[in-house]
């Protein structure tokens, strides 16, 4: 069997404030968010390799600044480590049997949603896809399911969980924490978190056949719309073929997800 483990820091158990999660220097806050993601990565990789000893896991270092603690870093898992350049499909292909998300926030603008954001925290207000609102979760996990590759487990807020369950009704999900604000939630017990996302995940993986892949035909018309006061000009730069819909508007459209930036 071989998973895919897409991370994120916004999500684990005990974080809840951007000064533990936006900041590129290793500061005291960021590192112990860093600690509490990696305890949960290696969590779901027990998860995975008590269903099979012999899987290939790898374990993608998703958050923009990197959000492993590769000292701490489960040492039977691939790691696609933090660095510069890295572009979609991040390694996925047809050779994955299953996508897991640890660490995993809401999208932008989800009320009582603990550091919810989409992609970029501080310039984007939204993404919609072929006019389907999406969060970073429902973008991956259609990016995986364009190579048929079922999402099949999230760890993460309360309000995460929420929505992945509304788009992958049988996916398998462990709450963290209970969102209470931007930057406050209620989180449950870490060793009880751990427990509950290793065996969850190892149920997940054996149900892997029975979820289908979140699948979005093509082709896809991405519109994004900035934040009050972002500016739009780093996408025109990027592509010729980005339209300016108004201030705050773009759209274009591509062939295959993997061209989306997502
Ligand atoms: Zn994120």
Redesign the pocket.
């Known amino acids: 069997m071989k998973v895919f483990v897409m991370t994120?820091?916004?999500g684990p158990c005990q974080v809840n404030r951007w000064e533990q999660t936006r900041v590129s220097e290793l500061t005291p806050a960021k590192q112990f968010a860093m600690t509490m993601l990696t305890a949960e990565v290696n969590a779901a990789v027990d998860g995975v390799l008590d269903v099979d000893p012999a899987a290939t896991v790898v374990v993608w270092d998703?958050?923009?600044s990197g959000g492993i603690d590769n000292a701490q870093f489960h040492p039977q898992a691939w790691l696609l480590a933090h660095g510069r350049g890295i572009r979609a499909p991040y390694t996925l292909d047809e050779s994955y049997d299953a996508q897991i998300f640890i660490g995993?926030?809401a999208m932008a603008g989800t009320p009582n949603a603990p550091l919810c954001?989409t992609?970029s925290s501080k310039t984007v207000e939204y993404y919609q896809i072929n006019g389907q609102r999406l969060g970073?979760f429902g973008c991956r996990a259609y990016l995986a399911g364009a190579y048929g590759v079922p999402t099949v487990f999230l760890a993460g807020d309360d309000q995460a969980s929420a929505e992945a369950r509304a788009l992958v009704p049988e996916i398998v999900t462990v709450d963290t924490k209970v969102g209470l604000g931007i930057e406050l939630a209620l989180h449950r017990p870490v060793a009880q978190v751990r427990s509950e996302i290793r065996a969850a995940v190892a149920l997940a993986v054996r149900r892997r056949h029975d979820i289908a892949p979140a699948v979005l035909a093509g082709p896809y018309t991405m519109e994004s719309r900035v934040l009050p006061d972002c500016s739009v000009d780093g996408y025109l730069g990027r592509n010729p073929a980005v339209k300016r819909l108004d201030e705050r508007t773009v759209e274009w459209t591509v062939e295959h997800l993997s061209e989306l930036w997502i």
């Open positions: 994120d820091l916004e998703g958050h923009g995993q926030h954001h992609y970073e």
